[in-house]
């Protein structure tokens, strides 16, 4: 089983800047990528960041420039470094974990969600 823990988020004004983090812990054996996620009110869930094996990132439109994202493999954890925000950023932000656990002596591939962190942006 692996677990995955966000932590950060909070209310900021226009302009501000947050820094998310997140942690996976368990019967991970490799991790392929880490991403950051969010759901709005009302929309679908979209990815925000995700940083793969060998540090290769993909971010959406409507961040790049703004947010960066990067990742510790020896601790297996993820941050979202967010600045410029935009009462549009505001969302519940997700911690993605694509990764490879053990689970009763075997390895499977798997994804895991964190439980989520409120991000608002509002003066």
């Known amino acids: 089983q692996v677990h995955v823990v966000e932590s950060g988020g909070g209310l900021v004004q226009p302009g501000g800047s947050l820094r998310l983090s997140c942690a996976a812990s368990?019967?991970?054996?490799?991790?392929?990528?880490m991403g950051w996620y969010r759901q709005a009110p009302g929309k679908q869930r979209e990815l925000v960041a995700l940083i793969i094996s060998g540090g290769r990132t993909n971010y959406a439109d409507s961040v790049k420039g703004r947010f960066t994202i990067s990742r510790d493999d020896n601790k297996n954890t993820v941050s979202l470094q967010m600045n410029s925000l935009k009462p549009e950023d505001t969302a519940i932000y997700y911690c993605n974990v694509d990764c490879v656990d053990r689970e009763l002596g075997s390895l499977r591939r798997n994804t895991y969600w964190g439980q989520g962190t409120q991000v608002t942006v509002s003066s």
């Open positions: 368990g019967s991970i054996v490799s991790i392929n990528a």
